[in-house]
Structures are given as structure tokens and as C-alpha cells.
Nanobody, 122 residues
Framework: QVQLVESGGGLVQAGGSLRLSCAASGTAFTFSTMGWYRQAPGKQRDLVATIATDSSTNYADSVKGRFTISRDTAKNTVYLQMNSLKPEDTAVYYC????????????????WGQGTQVTVSS
């Protein structure tokens, strides 16, 4: 059973930085695209950033130039460095990962982490 465990959330002032981490359980599993999503109170869950196995990335327009996603494929870990944080970045941040049987194959399952709260005060 795959588990994604996020860490690194917290309370920060506007203009500050946080780094989120998401570790997938064990190294027996292989993941293709990994990413971060966020959900503010009363709103839908939205894409923040994704990263593929070739390290190609995709960002929401609202975070481009401020957030950086990266991964350690060998450790099945994905990171989100968040700089110049704004109050509107306040949300629960969720890790997401596509499990594959081998790199280059289609996903066989998709997993979500439990979420980590990020609060940015003005």
C-alpha cells in the first residue's frame, strides 16, 4: 500500500519562505508524475506544480517565479520550495503521485497525501 507523507507546512509572514516535502512509502514502488495541489477553504483543489521523471515541470500561473518543484526519484520524494509567499497562498497543500510498474509505462494508480497546512499572514 502506497502512502504519501507530507511535511514542512506551517505559519509564515507574507514574503517569507517554506519548503514542503512529500515522501512516498518505500522504494519498491515507481512513480511517474508527482506534484502538489492546494485547497483553500470553500474552494476547489487546484494544481500548484507537477514534475515528470525527466524533470520537466508545470506550474500554475499564480506561483510561477515564486515556487520551485523538484524531486529525488531514487528516494521517491518531491519537494516544493515556496518563496515570496502571499496571504492568498494560504491553503492545505496536497502531494499527488502516479504509480507506474516501470518508467515509461502508463499509471496504474494515483495517490494523495493527507495534506499539510500552509498559512501566510499579512
Amino acid at each position: 500500500q502506497v502512502q504519501l507523507v507530507e511535511s514542512g507546512g506551517g505559519l509564515v509572514q507574507a514574503g517569507g519562505s517554506l519548503r514542503l516535502s512529500c515522501a512516498a512509502s518505500g522504494t519498491a514502488f515507481t512513480f511517474s508524475t508527482m506534484g502538489w495541489y492546494r485547497q483553500a477553504p470553500g474552494k476547489q483543489r487546484d494544481l500548484v506544480a507537477t514534475i515528470a521523471t525527466d524533470s520537466s515541470t508545470n506550474y500554475a500561473d499564480s506561483v510561477k517565479g515564486r515556487f520551485t518543484i523538484s524531486r529525488d526519484t531514487a528516494k521517491n520524494t518531491v519537494y516544493l520550495q515556496m518563496n515570496s509567499l502571499k496571504p492568498e497562498d494560504t491553503a492545505v497543500y496536497y502531494c499527488n503521485a502516479d504509480q507506474v510498474r516501470r518508467l515509461g509505462s502508463r499509471p496504474v494508480a494515483n495517490y494523495w497525501g493527507q495534506g499539510t497546512q500552509v498559512t501566510v499572514s499579512s
